[in-house]
Nanobody, 123 residues
Framework: QVQLVESGGGSVQAGGSLRLSCAASGGTITTYTMGWFRQAPGKERQGVAAIDSDGRTSYLDDVKGRFTISKDNANNTLYLQMNTLKPEDTAMYYC?????????????????WGQGTQVTVSS
């Protein structure tokens, strides 16, 4: 089972940027569908962005044009560049990996998960 460790969260003002990183070990990210999820207090966890082994990506409508998911295969690391942040982006952000498709990752049934990194956006 791949192990995932997120970093890069923090507190920013609205309009600012953050880049989240997810370092993977125990598995090669080129063989996984990888993604970012977030969960705000009192709300369900939701998928934010994902990328499969062929480089196909998908995004939550609310973040399209603001967030970009990418991966560095050489360093076995997944990234999420977040620009033009809004207060409603405030949440715990989790990295996830799935052996299946983008749809499988989105189902959250068999994902490997990181411990999460907090993102707080103030107005």
């Amino acid at each position: 089972q791949v192990q995932l460790v997120e970093s890069g969260g923090g507190s920013v003002q609205a309009g600012g940027s953050l880049r989240l990183s997810c370092a993977a070990s125990g598995g090669t990210i080129t063989t996984y569908t990888m993604g970012w999820f977030r969960q705000a207090p009192g709300k369900e966890r939701q998928g934010v962005a994902a990328i499969d082994s062929d480089g196909r990506t998908s995004y939550l409508d609310d973040v399209k044009g603001r967030f970009t998911i990418s991966k560095d295969n050489a360093n076995n690391t997944l990234y999420l560049q977040m620009n033009t942040l809004k207060p409603e982006d405030t949440a715990m952000y989790y990295c996830a990996a799935s052996r299946g498709s983008l749809a499988s990752l989105a189902s959250m049934r068999h994902n490997a998960w990181g411990q999460g990194t907090q993102v707080t956006v103030s107005s």
